[in-house]
């Protein structure tokens, strides 16, 4: 069945650089905006901008009748998981795809746990630069969407049939075979990146130049290939070296989430990163000291926010 219908929850930097690529190739009907009715006032009013250009959104409630999407994208913080998943239930079918864009290694779970793994496949976001302030996003790499199975080394009729949908979208796509492998990585470097950019409060640039900030985010990145081989996945120093190199072809003005949450003073997902390090640390007897000093730093940032 090909895929028509598309609907996105979440208009963060991936959420409009996807919503907006998306609706430059498909009818304006045919793709949704999940959002209640509060946060469509301030969209209608204020405008979504992609690098300059105006973004023309179709917004719906999520108590307006519909049917479902053919794919539905995921695309909200993670702490806004549990609300997005109630709102998007009129969107969900028998055949629905549904994509999570979110960072981390947990919210395919618990996604399946709700509409059904059937309906799930996994997915990593990587080598995108986006960073949005206010209504306007700007980007220099679009990145590529890295989706596939649960089960390694099988490609399901529902990944083939996603895979020629970008195909037609023009989105730059991988097709993996070893999703969860990839997944690790990608939460590696998230562990590495968002962390250390947030707390030395600088760029890309920053940490792709030699330095004290590279290294406490290598040494970050570090703790979680110790701590893979005993989950089962051993990434190795190989896998370190991918995601470096990915990195350093991001726009060095760029700045992951995190540091993007620290300046508007905004919660971070640091529970996510340093916070599970931490936690899997305390499970395998494993020290995680670089993962722990950053938990407390960004910690004291966040009450320091609430204190102004």
Request: glycine share 10%.
């Amino acid at each position: 069945m090909a895929i028509k219908k598309v609907s996105i929850i979440g208009l963060g930097a991936l959420g409009v650089l996807f919503g907006h690529h998306l609706s430059k190739r498909m009818k304006l009907e045919d793709l949704r905006i999940i959002a209640d009715q509060y946060r469509i006032s301030r969209y209608e009013e204020e405008m979504v901008y992609s690098n300059g250009e105006l973004c023309e959104f179709q917004y719906v409630t999520p108590e307006e009748e519909c049917s479902p999407a053919d794919l539905l994208i995921i695309s909200v913080k993670f702490n806004g998981l549990d609300e997005a998943l109630h709102s998007v239930r009129k969107h969900v079918g028998e055949n629905t795809i549904i994509l999570s864009l979110l960072n981390g290694i947990t919210s395919e779970s618990i996604i399946g746990h709700v509409y059904g793994m059937d309906k799930v496949l996994y997915c990593v976001a990587q080598g995108m630069d986006a960073v949005k302030s206010g209504n306007k996003l700007t980007y220099e790499n679009m990145g590529m969407l890295c989706f596939g199975s649960k089960e390694p080394g099988v490609v399901s009729p529902k990944a083939k049939e996603l895979a020629d949908f970008f195909e037609e979208m023009d989105i730059p796509y991988e097709l993996v075979t070893d999703m969860h492998r990839r997944q690790w990585g990608k939460f590696m470097l998230n562990v590495g990146v968002n962390q250390t950019v947030a707390v030395y409060q600088t760029n890309y640039g920053g940490v792709q130049c030699e330095g004290r900030a590279r290294d406490t985010m290598i040494a970050a990145m570090r703790e979680v290939i110790a701590l893979s081989g005993k989950e089962g996945v051993h990434l190795t120093e190989e896998d370190l070296q991918y995601w470096l190199d990915i990195l350093g072809t991001l726009g060095a003005s760029g700045k992951p989430s995190m540091a993007q949450d620290a300046e508007a003073h905004r919660p971070s997902e640091v529970e996510l990163f340093a916070g599970t390090v931490i936690e899997m640390g305390r499970k395998h007897g494993l020290p995680t000291p670089v993962n722990e000093e950053l938990y407390e730093k960004i910690r004291r940032m966040e009450m320091h926010y609430s204190a102004q």
